[in-house]
C-alpha cells in the first residue's frame, strides 16, 4: 500500500533561513508526487508538482523539490523563507498509472519567526 | 476561489444526528475525492469517483458514511448517527480525471459534533 512520511512534526526557523522538509514515500511503481500547502485558514493549495522529466521541479513562491528515486524521496527546499511562508506542508503520493487516490503525509507545521 | 465548492462551511450537530454535505466540483472535473482531516493531521482519503462511478472507499469509512454523485456533477456525503468521532474537517478535491493533473481541494466543512 502507497503510504508517505514526513519526518518533522513542526519546524521553527527564522526569517532569511533556508528550508528543508522531508518527504519519503513508500510504492512500488512509478508515481506522481505533489506538495500542498495550508496557509492559516485557507484551503489546500498545489505548491508543486513531479510527474517526469527533470527530478528537479519548482514550484510557486520560490519553492523546489528534488525526486530522488533511489531514495524514494521527494524533499522540499526554499533557499530564504520569509514570515508569510507560515503554514502547514503537506507532501502527497498518487500512482503514475492509475492516477487513483492521493495520499497524504502528516505534514509539517512551518513557523516563522519575524 | 479555488472552484470547489462546498456546503455548508460549518456544521455542528448532536450525537446521533445525520448530517450531509455536498460538494460542487470544478466544471468538467470528472473525478472526485473526499478526504477527512483532523487537527494536527494530513488529509485521511475517503472515498472518490470517476464521473457518477464509486471506484474505491477506504476501510476508514464505516456504514454509517455513504457517498453518491449521481449525475457524475456534485457530490454528498452522508453521516448517519453522528458520533464525536466524526468531528473533523471534511474536505472535496476534484481533477480531470487524466493522467498528471493535480486535485483541486475545496474549502472544507467543518464537522463539530457534540
Known amino acids: 500500500a502507497q503510504s508517505v512520511s514526513q519526518h518533522n512534526h513542526h519546524v521553527i526557523l527564522s526569517e532569511a533561513a533556508s528550508l528543508e522538509l522531508g518527504c519519503n514515500y513508500s510504492y512500488g511503481g512509478t508515481v506522481n508526487l505533489f506538495w500542498y500547502v495550508q496557509y492559516p485558514g485557507q484551503h489546500l493549495q498545489l505548491l508543486l508538482k513531479?510527474?517526469?522529466?527533470?527530478?528537479l521541479v519548482k514550484g510557486i513562491k520560490g519553492f523546489e523539490a528534488e525526486f530522488i528515486k533511489s531514495k524514494f524521496s521527494f524533499n522540499l527546499r526554499k533557499p530564504s523563507v520569509q514570515w508569510s511562508d507560515t503554514a502547514e506542508y503537506f507532501c502527497a503520493v498518487t500512482s503514475y498509472s492509475s492516477a487513483s487516490k492521493i495520499i497524504f503525509g502528516s505534514g509539517t507545521r512551518l513557523s516563522i519567526r519575524p | 476561489d479555488t472552484g470547489v465548492s462546498q456546503d455548508p462551511r460549518h456544521k455542528i450537530t448532536k450525537r446521533g444526528q445525520n448530517v450531509t454535505f455536498r460538494c460542487d466540483p470544478i466544471?468538467?472535473?470528472?473525478?472526485l475525492y473526499w478526504y477527512r482531516q483532523t487537527l494536527g493531521q494530513g488529509p485521511e482519503f475517503l472515498t472518490y469517483?470517476?464521473?457518477?462511478?464509486?471506484?474505491?472507499k477506504s476501510r476508514l469509512l464505516s456504514d454509517r458514511f455513504s457517498a453518491e454523485r449521481p449525475k457524475g456533477s456534485f457530490s454528498t456525503l452522508e453521516i448517519q448517527r453522528t458520533e464525536q468521532g466524526d468531528s473533523a474537517m471534511y474536505l472535496c478535491a476534484s481533477s480531470p480525471g487524466r493522467e498528471n493533473t493535480e486535485a483541486f481541494f475545496g474549502q472544507g466543512t467543518r464537522l463539530t459534533v457534540v
Open positions: 469517483f470517476q464521473n457518477e462511478a464509486q471506484l474505491e
Open positions: 466544471s468538467e472535473h470528472n473525478r
Open positions: 513531479y510527474f517526469s522529466g527533470d527530478p
